[in-house]
C-alpha cells in the first residue's frame, strides 16, 4: 500500500481523495469527451462494453499523464497561487506515493486498451502518455514559451485513439480533429497565462507572456485563433463532415476569432481585469465541447 | 521537488479511518475490474474479427 505523511516510525495511508486529484479530474472530463466524439464518429459499430472500456482506458491514461505532471512539477506547483493547494505542495501525498501511482495507471491503461480495442490504440494511448510526461511536462515546458504549442500535441491524440480504437486504422477526419485540438490549444492556455501571468512567473515557468512579452502574445493568440478556425472548417469543405457540422463550426469560429480580436488588439493597463481574455479563455472551452458534439451529431444524424 | 512538508500530528482513528476506507474501495475496484475483464472477454468473443 502507498504511504504518506511519516510520523515517526507510524505514517498516515494517503487519502483516495488526494490520489483523486492527482489526476486533474476537470481536464480528464475534456478528454474523455473529445475521445468519445472519436470513437462515435468512426464508421462501423463498436461493442458497447469494448466502446466504454476503451475510453476507460483513454481516461485512466489521461489520468495517469496528470498524476505524473504533477509529481515532476510539484515544487513549481508550491510557487503558484493556483496549483498550491494541489495534493504534493500541500504536504498531503508524498511524492513516490505519487510516483507509484502515476506508472502504475500508464502501464495499467495501456494493458487495458491492448485488451479491449487494438495494438494500433494501445501504441497511440502509450505514445500520448510518453509525450505529455516526457516531451511536454519534463522537456519543454521549463525551457522554451513554445512549449504549450508543441505540447498541445498530447491533449490533440484523445479523438485520433478514439477512432483507431473502434477502426484500427487512422482516418483523414481524426487527423484534422488532432489539428483542430493542436491549435485550438494555444490560444486557449494563452488567453489564460495572461491573466494568471504572474504565478507563472513566480513559478519561473517561460510561458508566453513572461518571455515573449504581453503584445507578442495576443498577436499570437489572433493568429493561431484565424488558423484553428480554418481547420476547424476544412472537414466540411474537404466533404469529411455533413452541413451540420460544417455551419455549426463556421457559427463557432466566426464567434471564436471575434472574440479573440479585442484579446489580439489591446493592450491592458495596470489593474486591468482582463475581462476580454477571460471570456475568450471560458468561450473556447464550451467552443471545443459544442464543437465536438457537432462532429458526432452529424455522423449520426446527417442533413 | 518540495521541501519536506511538516507531518501531521499523527491521530489513531484518523490511521483506521484511512485505512479502512482504502481498503472498501481497493475491493470495490477490484471486483468492478473483474466484472470489467469478463464482460470484455464475452464481447471480444461474440465481435466477429
Known sequence: MAQSLTHGAMTLPADWRDLF???KPRVMSLVVFTALCGLLAAPGPMHPVLAFSSILA?????GASGALNQWYEAGLDAKMKRTANRPLPAGRLDPQTALHFGVGLAAFSVFLMLFAANWQAAALLAVSILFYVLV?????KPRTPQNIVIGGAAGAFPPLIGWVAA??????????LFLLIFLWTPP???ALALFVRSD?????IPMMPVVAGERATRRQILFYAIIMAAAAIAPWVLGLAGALYGWTAILLSAAFVLLSVPVGLRTAGEGDRMQPEKRLFAFSIAYLFIL???VVADHLWPL | MTDEPTPEPFDEAEYRRRQRSRA????WLLAGLAFLFFFITVARMVVPK
Open chain 1, 58 to 62: 483513454i481516461a485512466l491514461g489521461a
Open chain 1, 167 to 176: 477502426t484500427g486504422t487512422i482516418a483523414p477526419l481524426p487527423v484534422l
Open chain 1, 136 to 140: 511536454y511536462t519534463m522537456w519543454l
Open chain 1, 292 to 294: 465536438f458534439g457537432a
Open chain 1, 200 to 204: 507563472y512567473a513566480a513559478a519561473g
Open chain 2, 24 to 27: 472498501n474501495l481497493m475491493g
Open chain 1, 188 to 190: 486557449h492556455f494563452w
Open chain 1, 21 to 23: 486529484a492527482l489526476t
